[in-house]
């Protein structure tokens, strides 16, 4: 990882791994020197830095990259960071090149070139890899393969050290110091989704579905706090379902060590256009949303890092 200079408000900024057939960082992560919350925002999933080989390798990048990307969720990691002193981890890379929400043997074995003995690739990989969204994406709806062809073990390798551990290794130290420092700290692990089906006639879907894997990464007082607030401000929202969270909270989320994760899903509707492509102005009203919601948090993580001392759940 390189470390960067600091800016006008003494915010450190590190710019760490590399994109392969680039020389630009796979992920930038900002930490306030000044931190006024123990909480970090990340955005895994919003990586727009595209090789030109990785995109010559796609059937349809057009379709491909606006459905994988996350798209610009980034913009509103970065917003509501400035607007609230939260630690920033943005991810570079785009997901098309790795998941960084995968664990590193989430593996298509059919993608690599010499990967494996056919025996052992129809033995290998877990349910996500196999329907298609594992390290490597490999199909999407209405579109079917991604790529035009597989990669080799030495480009999917050349991914993990680059990509994968570097980032993952920055996110654990990052969250490691700011527990050391507050006693407790909260990630925020912010992506966007695909507008929900109404389960039935009469149903509003979800703009917002919170993910803690079932209450194993994150303290349920967190959780609640944040319900309670989408609630105050009559957004719709949904718990672990469709999106329990992934890898990032199973690996980073530790809250009998004061280390919680959140995972938070934004409908896409509510602030891109009809193509699900371009911001539009609402998405000013999510960034203000996300502003309170995230200071909330903090709070109630700081209390959580301190002695016994927890303010009282909001009405």
């Known amino acids: 990882m390189n470390g960067g200079p600091r800016n006008s408000n003494d915010t450190r900024i590190l710019r760490g ?34 090789p030109d080989c990785v995109l010559e390798a796609m059937r349809d990048p057009e379709y491909s990259v606006l459905r994988l990307e996350d798209r610009y969720v980034d913009r509103i990691a970065a917003q509501v960071a400035a607007q609230t002193g939260a630690g920033l981890l943005v991810a570079q890379a785009p997901r098309a090149m790795i998941d960084l929400n995968r664990h590193s043997d989430d593996v298509d074995w059919e993608m690599i070139r010499d990967g494996l003995p056919g025996d052992q690739v129809r033995n290998s990989g877990n349910r996500r890899s196999r329907s298609g969204l594992g390290l490597i994406p490999r199909r999407l709806p209405r ?6 062809g597989q990669i080799s073990k030495e480009q999917l390798q050349d991914r993990i050290d680059t990509v994968h551990r570097p980032y ?7 969250l490691e110091s700011l527990r050391d420092k507050w006693g407790a700290v909260l990630l925020l692990d912010l992506h966007s989704m695909p507008p929900l089906k109404p389960r039935h006639e009469g149903d509003l879907p979800a703009e917002f579905v919170l993910g803690d894997r079932f209450g194993a990464s994150s303290d349920g007082i967190l959780v609640a706090s944040a319900f309670s607030y989408l609630a105050r401000h009559e957004r719709p929202s949904a718990h672990n379902r469709p999106y329990a969270g992934g890898y990032v909270l199973d690996r980073h989320g530790f809250p009998a060590r004061g280390i919680h994760a959140i995972q938070l899903e934004i409908c896409r509707t509510a602030y891109l256009d009809r193509h699900l492509a371009e911001p539009t102005a609402r998405m000013n ?25 927890l303010p009282m759940a909001a009405e």
Do not use: C, M
């Open 168 to 174: 993952h290794r920055a996110l654990a130290q990052a």
């Open 17 to 50: 791994g590399v994109i392969p057939g680039t020389s630009n960082p796979a992920f930038i992560l900002q930490t306030p020197s000044d931190q006024s919350i123990p909480v970090l925002i990340a955005a895994p999933h919003a990586g727009r830095d595209y």
């Open 143 to 148: 579109l079917g393969e991604i790529w035009k």
């Open 285 to 309: 009203a999510i960034i203000r949303l996300l502003s309170g919601l995230v200071r909330e948090l903090g709070e109630y993580t700081a209390s959580l890092g301190r002695e016994g001392s």
